[in-house]
Each structure stands twice: as structure tokens, then as C-alpha cells.
Nanobody, 126 residues
């Protein structure tokens, strides 16, 4: 059983930056592709970014390309989401997710993932 704990959310002004962290425990970190998703009020949970199990491949939603970066630190069993040039429309609860896999890949669907964190609120003011 893998546990995921997010941290680093908060309130920031537009064009500001935040870094989310997701600490994983209870499994072999390199056996999991990792992803970030977000859910705004009244909307479905959507894909933000993913990184393959060894960190060699990343994938991003079009809405965040060039602004967000996903990074995994195997030594710390942690995945980060660096968010720059934040916009009010980035306001959401951000969730970390893990998918058990022995292949390289970056799953983008919520249905692909096996474990989820409880979420971190990010609010961007205009």
C-alpha cells in the first residue's frame, strides 16, 4: 500500500510561483509512474503532468506547458510540481497520484492511477 502526502499549496498572486511536493511511502518508488491532477470547484479532475517511473519521460497538459515542471527525486521518494506564471484559472485542489508499472510511460487518465493523495489547495488571486 502506497501513501502519498502533498504539501506546498497556498495562496499566491497571479504571475507568482509555488512548488508542490508529494512524499511517497510504502512501496518501491521506481515501480511507480507519478502524476499530478487538479480539480476546480464544479469541474472534473483533470490531468496536469506526469513523469515516468525512472524520470526519463514527462508529459504535460497543454494548459500548463512551459509554466509547470514535474520533477522526481528518487533519493527522497518525492515528486515535485514547480508552478510558475500562475493564473487565476490554475486555482484548484491539486492531487498527487501513483501508478504501479514496470514500463516507461506517463499515464494521463485518472483511471490509470492506483493511489492518490488527499490533495493540496492552490489559490491564485488576480
Amino acid at each position: 500500500q502506497v501513501q502519498l502526502v502533498e504539501s506546498g499549496g497556498g495562496l499566491v498572486q497571479a504571475e507568482g510561483s509555488l512548488r508542490l511536493s508529494c512524499a511517497a511511502s510504502g512501496g518501491t518508488f521506481t515501480h511507480y509512474a507519478m502524476g499530478w491532477f487538479r480539480q476546480a470547484p464544479g469541474k472534473e479532475r483533470e490531468f496536469v503532468a506526469a513523469v515516468s517511473r525512472r524520470g526519463s519521460i514527462t508529459d504535460y497538459a497543454d494548459s500548463v506547458k512551459g509554466r509547470f515542471t514535474i520533477i522526481r527525486d528518487t533519493a527522497k521518494n518525492t515528486v515535485y510540481l514547480q508552478m510558475n506564471s500562475l493564473r487565476p484559472e490554475d486555482t484548484a485542489v491539486y492531487y498527487c497520484a501513483a501508478k504501479f508499472t514496470l514500463h516507461s510511460g506517463t499515464p494521463v487518465s485518472t483511471n490509470d492511477y492506483d493511489y492518490w493523495g488527499s490533495g493540496a489547495q492552490v489559490t491564485v488571486s488576480s
